[in-house]
């Protein structure tokens, strides 16, 4: 399905830790709700005002899905989409002033998601993330709940974990690592996982943990699944500023193709 | 509602915008966000004679008001494009004027030919030959600084090519004008200006170039009144022989209407598409909508009056 563009009015906009923020949107029901790994590029600023680019965010959470209690205005049901991210520079900054009522152009859903079609009730998933990149595991725990998959949660973090609330109703273990030993293990999120607990292992972070959690499950013959961060330019697949080399030797476009991959076609 | 058709080498186009290569795609990619059939042309991302995986490193870095890239060709290969990304282009763009432009990067003359041949083979409406990429070694630039060598490419690929033949020039070519001429007098039907700026940045922490290849192409409105220029000089050098396309750093309809005053055939709009992916079908209203303000029925009426 090709990206929308589109303006939307911020619902709500709330600093969750320091430098992490949370910024839902009321989504148009004219455009396809993404799912759990799907990207939208957000632009705070003029389309003539600095930064030149639009930042891709990723969803954090999609609602409703199936199972959700309906959220109404007016005797309307809402449609929200939720971004978590961290302020990082200039764009970032500028989406971390938002304010309920503000607009921001939208473009997406992007990219391709999870997929998580033919998983069987019952199957085995892991959720292994690391700082700002457990944002789009959470949609993942939620959509894999609704199909009676409760994921176990492996999150590490520098020091102190955000956003964990959440994950009681949606998933099943959930185990926390920070690098400070403040909260949960004192170290990695490797030294917690055990690959071959499970069917599947969802994974996104820094590329270092991506790499040792992939090379983890292809020991273990587990299928792992991550999700890329990379520059892009127009988050739709045009520019390729955002090319990844695949096992093939074949390049991709991570807006497009991914940012969710199989760990063997990106990692060696 | 003003008349915007732009006739263009045999062709009436819908508008004078067109999407400038590398920045749109195959248009597919824009098809749920932009009118297709509003955009004079889509220009395809650079092809090469065969598939080429881009360079590596970093590819992207933005600057105040532009963006530096170092993509390289990244393209599938003439042929697959034939086959899979040009039916893909024209059932986007079935029921529209809007023509299609295969740009073609090379590395030898010989690669340009039969690149060239194959496309217009295919029925592409116009090929637009690029000597000006700046990210590969024999990617073009080469040919786009001297104006002796890229005589020696057009008129080469000239003999080949059964479609009207745009070259698209450099920034770095060592003087617009004799540049402009050389095109010409090789055998090119127009010309479009300008490629992406040769530029450079430096990563402070590993004390290394951002890019592997250290240079690296900059485009977006940083360059626009340098583009401008340029433009200015080649529309004065050719005196009307063949038409000019302008391009570098557009982003609005006056910036675009700048281009046309100074003797523009047509725009091309790049790295505002990645600002706004409705810049193309944004700028097509924005002149529509000065030509009403002032009265103006048709961009012959205003094509280079800027130079009096």
Redesign the interface.
């Known amino acids: 399905m090709?990206?929308?563009?589109f303006d939307a009015q911020v619902f709500s906009r709330t600093q969750v830790a320091p430098a992490i923020h949370r910024l839902t949107v009321r989504w148009p029901e004219t455009v396809p709700m993404p799912h759990a790994g799907q990207f939208c590029m957000l632009?705070a600023w003029g389309?003539?005002e600095?930064?030149?680019?639009?930042r891709p965010i990723s969803v954090h959470e999609a609602y409703p899905i199936s199972g959700d209690e309906p959220i109404c205005e007016n005797g309307q049901p809402l449609q929200l989409v939720t971004f978590l991210f961290e302020v990082k520079g200039r764009g970032t900054d500028c989406l971390a002033k938002l304010e309920a009522g503000d607009t921001l152009?939208i473009?997406g859903p992007a990219g391709n998601g999870f997929d998580f079609s033919g998983l069987a009730e019952g199957t085995r998933v892991a959720l292994v993330g690391g700082g700002i990149g457990t944002a789009p595991l959470y949609q993942a725990a939620r959509e894999l709940a609704a199909m009676g998959i409760r994921a176990d949660v492996y999150y590490g973090f520098r020091d102190e974990p955000y956003e964990m609330e959440p994950y009681r109703h949606t998933a099943g273990v959930v185990r926390v690592a920070t690098d400070s030993g403040r909260v949960g293990f004192h170290g990695f999120v490797t030294q917690m996982l055990k690959p071959e607990q499970y069917d599947l292992v969802v994974c996104c972070g820094p590329e270092v943990m991506m790499r040792r959690v992939a090379a983890m499950c292809a020991q273990q013959n587990t299928r792992c699944l991550v999700s890329l961060e990379k520059?892009?330019?127009?988050g739709?697949?045009?520019?390729?500023?955002?090319?990844c080399?695949t096992a093939s030797?074949?390049?991709k476009s991570v807006c497009?193709h991914g940012p969710v991959f199989d760990a063997k076609e990106v990692f060696e | 509602m003003s008349n915007l058709h732009v006739s263009l080498l045999g062709k009436t186009l819908p508008g004078p915008v067109i999407a400038a290569s590398g920045t749109f795609g195959y248009g597919v990619e824009y098809g749920e966000i932009v009118d297709l059939g509003v955009l004079g042309g889509v220009c395809s991302k650079g092809l090469t004679l065969n598939p080429k995986y881009g360079n590596e490193g970093e590819r992207l870095l933005e600057t105040p008001s532009g963006l530096i890239n170092s993509i390289g060709l990244q393209n599938p290969g003439v042929r697959h494009f034939i086959d899979n990304e040009l039916p893909a282009m024209r059932q986007a763009l079935a029921g529209t004027g809007t023509a299609i432009l295969a740009n073609l990067g090379g590395g030898c003359i010989e690669d340009y030919e039969e690149g060239c041949e194959l496309l217009c083979q295919a029925g592409v409406d116009f090929v637009e030959l690029n000597i000006s990429c700046p990210n590969v070694k024999h990617g073009g630039i080469a040919y786009g600084v001297k104006p002796e060598s890229a005589k020696e490419v057009v008129s080469r690929v000239r003999r080949v090519c059964s479609r009207p033949l745009i070259v698209k020039m450099s920034p770095q070519a060592e003087d617009i004008g004799r540049m402009a001429a050389a095109c010409v007098e090789a055998g090119a039907d127009a010309l479009s200006l300008v490629n992406t700026f040769q530029a450079c940045a430096i990563d402070l922490e590993k004390r290394r170039p951002v890019f592997n290849n250290i240079f690296a192409g900059l485009s977006g409105p940083a360059v626009r009144p340098i583009a401008l220029r340029m433009v200015w000089q080649a529309v004065g050098a050719v005196d009307g022989a063949v038409p000019v396309i302008g391009l570098g750093g557009i982003a609005s309809g006056e910036d675009a209407l700048q281009f046309i005053m100074a003797g523009a055939a047509a725009v091309q709009v790049g790295t505002a598409n990645f600002a706004d992916p409705h810049a193309c079908q944004r700028i097509t209203r924005e002149i529509d909508q000065w030509m009403d303000a002032h009265g103006v029925n048709s961009l012959d009426e205003i094509r280079g009056c800027a130079r009096g």
């Open positions: 090709p990206a929308r563009c632009r389309r003539d600095a930064p030149l680019l639009s152009q473009t520059k892009m330019a127009c739709i697949g045009a520019c390729l500023g955002c090319t080399k030797g074949e390049g497009k």
